[in-house]
């Protein structure tokens, strides 16, 4: 091939990719349009407020707070061990995910609410089985003098996943192939106290190893 009929052919390869990622991108459309609502296995108000050694007590956050996530069934509640541990729980469930519904990430969140994000990385966490483990993402906040650190990962369709950027991804695969977009978003604070953030962690973890199979009962695989 000459270099003219090259440089001609890159113009058209370049078309030709342009095409299929906007073929791509209106099937991903039409599948978001088309997915079904999948429902809870069974409601919050079943959830239990002893997890383990802890024991939890509801709340609810600003009725404007669950209008701007544009969540379906959520959940919020502190749970604390006999020795003062203290870990706030937040899930939030979709039943399908459409435009202006999607999950919010605290990344984005946060520090729109005076929070600043001083740390941010993965966690591993044990998980149901010997052996098991998945990856939570960790945060460390601070808001004045107060530090908190945070533990959250998302939860969709059979999947933890720990990354917002892969979420997206697998949003619109299963918006495609299963024609399925519900999800959950779990979220875990615990104050950090005398400065030791790393017992913060632990409480964490904990706390979520203790949560991992109870989440099975209640979010769609």
Known sequence: MSPRTQNQALPHGR??????????????????????????????EAFPMEIGPWTGETSRFDEKIYEALGVDDSILGTY?????DAVQLYIG??????KGDLIH??????????????????EEVRGTGPGDT??????????????????????SRGRIISSEYMQKIYLVVDSIFKR???GSFV??????????????TQQLKAFAHDLAPVLHAYLPS
């Not at 609410?113 to 740390?119: D, E, F, K, L, M």
Request: proline share 4%; charged share 15%; glycine share 8%.
């Open 80 to 84: 604390r061990t006999a020795r003062g």
């Open 187 to 200: 979220r875990l604070i615990s104050p950090v106290r005398g400065g030791d953030a790393d017992a913060a």
């Open 15 to 44: 078309m030709v990719c342009l095409v299929l990622v906007m073929l791509v991108a209106a099937v991903a459309i039409r599948g978001m349009h088309l997915t079904e609502s999948v429902p809870l296995k069974q409601s919050f």
């Open 105 to 122: 990430s605290p990344k984005n969140c946060m520090p729109g609410s005076g929070w600043a994000i001083t740390h941010s990385s993965l």
């Open 134 to 155: 998945f990856q939570a993402i960790k945060l460390f906040i601070e808001n004045g003098g107060e530090r908190h650190v945070v533990l959250y990962w998302f939860q």
């Open 180 to 182: 399925r977009t519900d």
């Open 93 to 98: 469930y979709y039943h399908s995910q459409k």
